[in-house]
């Protein structure tokens, strides 16, 4: 395949959909792309690349992004549940300035040391313990066994 004066050839079924979106994502002018394209490795199927696709490219497209599209959906509602969370359960805490940043970190990133969490905020290892201990008092994480990471706990479901 001719683009822009450069061959292209279709690569191997095994891998082709991570080498395109690689492509995509590093020169996204070769696809008729924006300057910053949602085209990221794991985005696009593999059934996209298949010699004789099972159905037309663009329904296969278009399935692909409304799954891409649906999955950031719940990513986001799942981010403002939890940071909504937080916000209640420290509202009414005496607590140190530092709990919601610590309780966005390890919502979003997962369990983190304190020395991480220290070390991510910006803050000393004794403030991140204190910002610990007002998490683990709202009953928002608990230390993990055995690496002391601190860990978001998950809510509690109404009986």
């Known amino acids: 395949?001719?683009?822009?004066?450069r061959v292209?050839?279709?690569f191997a079924q095994r891998g082709?959909?991570?080498?395109?979106?690689?492509?995509?994502?590093?020169r996204p002018q070769l696809f008729a792309l924006g300057a910053a394209p949602l085209a990221l490795a794991g985005l696009a199927p593999r059934n996209l690349f298949r010699a004789e696709p099972e159905r037309p490219l663009p329904a296969l497209l278009a399935g692909s992004i409304g799954a891409a599209a649906s999955d950031v959906a719940t990513d986001l509602a799942a981010v403002t549940?939890?940071?909504?969370?937080?916000?209640?359960?420290?509202?009414?805490?005496?607590?140190?300035?530092q709990a919601p940043a610590m309780w966005q970190l390890i919502g979003g990133l997962g369990p983190l040391t304190r020395a991480e969490l220290a070390r991510?905020?910006?803050?000393?290892?004794?403030?991140?313990?204190q910002a610990a201990q007002a998490l683990e008092k709202a009953d928002l994480a608990a230390l993990?066994?055995?690496?002391?990471?601190?860990?978001?706990?998950?809510?509690?479901?109404?009986s």
Do not use: N
């Open 1 to 5: 395949m001719l683009i822009e004066g």
């Open 8 to 10: 292209f050839q279709r």
């Open 16 to 26: 082709s959909a991570w080498a395109a979106s690689l492509a995509a994502a590093m």
């Open 81 to 97: 549940a939890m940071v909504a969370r937080g916000e209640e359960c420290l509202a009414g805490l005496y607590a140190s300035s």
């Open 120 to 129: 991510a905020l910006g803050v000393t290892r004794r403030t991140a313990s």
């Open 144 to 158: 993990r066994p055995g690496d002391h990471a601190l860990a978001p706990k998950r809510p509690r479901m109404a």
